[in-house]
T-cell receptor
Framework: AQSVTQLGSHVSVSEGALVLLRCNYS??????LFWYVQYPNQGLQLLLK??????LVKGINGFEAEFKKSETSFHLTKPSAHMSDAAEYFC?????????????FGTGTKLQVIP | DTEVTQTPKHLVMGMTNKKSLKCEQH?????MYWYKQKAKKPPELMFV???????INESVPSRFSPECPNSSLLNLHLHALQPEDSALYLC???????????????FGSGTRLTVV
């Protein structure tokens, strides 16, 4: 069974600083990988996804992530944090097996941005 | 239209009430999902519909009853809920299979349910 691990349930950064949120997956076959963001009392919004087309994936709001097969990682980064980036971030994985998409979510990382 | 619309946004119900949550999408997605999310936790899968047929029921209590009347609509009927059922209920939709680029859910904004 595949799983995804997010290191750090809380991450604090200063406004303007680099954002790095970590995600590692376990799967014998590279799956499809996603990052979602959730603002308070909202649903989940897709930030970006890796579907084997390119290892460096650019998403919305200036975020990007790099798929590293050798490290089984898919870390999320943003060069300069904004106050509006404060939210919960979930890494997620879907097996590369067709059919409906059963997602496995990580436990989430709450990003705090300090003025 | 690239949205999943959920109604109502907020719902307070008593333990003897019957209510329904509604979800609608017009993206042509043929898989639809109900998730339950408790505070500070990731979403937990409840039900999956694929081509309007129930594909997965993750051992959800019978007081939750899903319904998929057509390819655009998904309902969740609620009856005799318990206070511990209070949570954010999220609907999502996706393609079924196909190319990798089609993968990924589109989520609705959720219904915040409080059972009193």
């Amino acid at each position: 069974a595949q799983s995804v691990t997010q290191l750090g349930s809380h991450v604090s950064v200063s406004e303007g600083a680099l954002v790095l949120l970590r995600c590692n997956y376990s799967s014998s076959v590279p799956p499809y990988l996603f990052w979602y963001v959730q603002y308070p009392n909202q649903g989940l919004q897709l930030l970006l996804k890796y579907t084997s087309a390119a290892t460096l994936v650019k998403g919305i709001n200036g975020f990007e992530a790099e798929f590293k097969k050798s490290e089984t990682s898919f870390h999320l980064t943003k060069p300069s944090a904004h106050m509006s980036d404060a939210a919960e971030y979930f890494c997620a994985v879907i097996p590369n097996s067709g059919g409906y998409q059963k997602v496995t979510f990580g436990t989430g990382t709450k990003l705090q941005v300090i003025p | 239209d690239t949205e999943v619309t959920q109604t109502p946004k907020h719902l307070v119900m008593g333990m003897t009430n019957k209510k329904s949550l509604k979800c609608e999408q017009h993206m042509g997605h043929r898989a639809m999902y109900w998730y339950k999310q408790k505070a500070k936790k990731p979403p937990e899968l409840m039900f999956v519909y694929s081509y309007e047929k129930l594909s997965i029921n993750e051992s959800v209590p019978s007081r939750f009853s899903p319904e998929c009347p057509n390819s655009s609509l998904l309902n969740l009927h609620l009856h005799a809920l318990q206070p511990e059922d209070s949570a954010l209920y999220l609907c999502a939709s996706s393609q079924v299979g196909g190319q990798g680029i089609n993968y990924g859910y589109t989520f609705g904004s959720g219904t915040r349910l409080t059972v009193v």
